[in-house]
């Protein structure tokens, strides 16, 4: 009799109703050649159930909608959410909705992108523009190690357009156990093009490179970071246009310091770079303006402050205010994240 208690117990705890909610406020005050500023407002949720097969394998099932205050429209998106997970004890491999967008608050708003690359590669306000994302996901969680490789695919190639994917990983290696150093890599691509029908370029527009990232002693913080990053870019948007005597290739150094203490977080970037263009890159950090001139040499400094507050375990909410200077402009930016995030366990009959 135990045994088969424990079996329907277990049996009953098979499905799980998952609420994860995002609420976010983000104002980018741009005055400058690269970016424009613009103000994002509204909310986007996830109601799903996870069906546990067995320690290995979920299946994952539910709907997506993403709501723009003052649209005209309920909702700007709605999806669904299909996902198989197939996991082990260090790495999970997902085919279908993908895990992206903001899934935490208390990173700062320059960690916040969709996969949390650094900004120049993918800027974080398309965690808010584009929050749904499917394909493939690779992730890997180890003691010294971690990794997530992904592919999402954005467009379809259709008579009126090609197909449009963005592909990416990131990584980290702890050099030594009791060497508070890590070496991080990270690249991302974004591609567009297709067989089936010739509506519009081929293209490509990538960039990537590799780091360092110090634990600093904590000193009277709680922790301290700093990191550097080399990056190279190309950009490609049109390949039958492309002159081969032309490598185009751009190159750039990224500087982060940051330092937590008690829900705060500072952060300091700096920015320097010689002919950076990359699609979905924040235009702050590139070479490209907005009316398609080139400026080579461009440097791009930031500075911000928030505070994170937990008011309850299945909630967080998160005030960001950034300063920015993109050569010889001077613009501000602010953010309000909140996220919720809790489940549910349903009973079911235990199956025959």
């Keep these: 009799m135990a045994l088969a208690g424990t079996g329907s117990a277990a049996a009953q705890e098979r499905i799980t109703f998952n609420v994860d909610m995002t609420f976010y406020g983000d104002n980018t005050e741009f005055f400058n050649p690269w970016r424009e500023g613009e103000t994002l407002l509204g909310t986007e949720g996830r109601l799903f159930l996870d069906v546990v097969l067995n320690e290995f394998v979920t299946v994952r099932g539910g709907l997506f909608g993403d709501h723009r205050?003052?649209?005209?429209?309920n909702f700007e998106t709605v999806r669904p959410v299909l996902a198989l997970h197939l996991q082990n004890d260090y790495a999970r491999f997902v085919i279908g909705?993908?895990?992206s967008g903001t899934r935490e608050v208390g990173l700062g708003p320059d960690r916040q992108g969709p996969h949390g690359l650094l900004p120049p590669l993918q800027r974080e306000s398309l965690a808010f523009s584009r929050p749904d994302e499917a394909g493939l996901q690779l992730t890997t969680n180890k003691a010294r190690f971690d990794q997530e490789t992904w592919i999402n695919w954005q467009q379809l190639n259709t008579e009126i357009s090609r197909e449009t994917f963005d592909a990416g990983t990131k990584g980290r290696l702890q050099l030594k156990a009791a060497l508070p150093v890590w070496f991080s890599y990270q690249y991302h691509v974004v591609h567009q093009g297709g067989q089936l029908f010739d509506?519009?370029?081929v293209g490509d527009?990538?960039?990537?490179?590799?780091?360092f990232i110090?634990?600093?002693?904590?000193g009277p913080f709680d922790t301290q970071t700093a990191e550097v990053h080399g990056l190279v870019a190309r950009d490609v948007p049109d390949r039958a246009a492309l002159d081969t005597k032309d490598t185009g290739h751009g190159f750039g150094l990224f500087t982060r310091y940051a330092a937590e203490k008690a829900g705060w977080r500072a952060h300091v970037i700096g920015w320097r770079a010689r002919d950076f263009i990359k699609r979905e890159g924040d235009e702050n950090y590139?070479?490209?303006r907005e009316d398609?001139?080139?400026?080579s040499l461009r440097h791009y400094f930031e500075t911000g402050l928030s505070r994170t507050y937990r008011p309850a375990n299945e909630m967080g909410i998160e005030f960001a205010a950034r300063m920015h200077r993109i050569d010889a402009f001077n613009d501000y930016s602010f953010r309000i994240l909140a996220k919720v995030d809790f489940d549910i366990p349903l009973m079911?009959?235990?199956r025959p």
């Design 286 to 288: 590139g070479s490209l």
């Design 199 to 201: 509506s519009g370029p």
């Design 69 to 73: 205050f003052g649209d005209d429209d």
């Design 97 to 99: 909705s993908i895990e």
């Design 348 to 350: 079911v009959p235990q």
């Design 292 to 295: 398609g001139r080139l400026t």
């Design 205 to 211: 527009s990538w960039a990537g490179g590799a780091g």
């Design 214 to 218: 110090v634990e600093l002693p904590g």
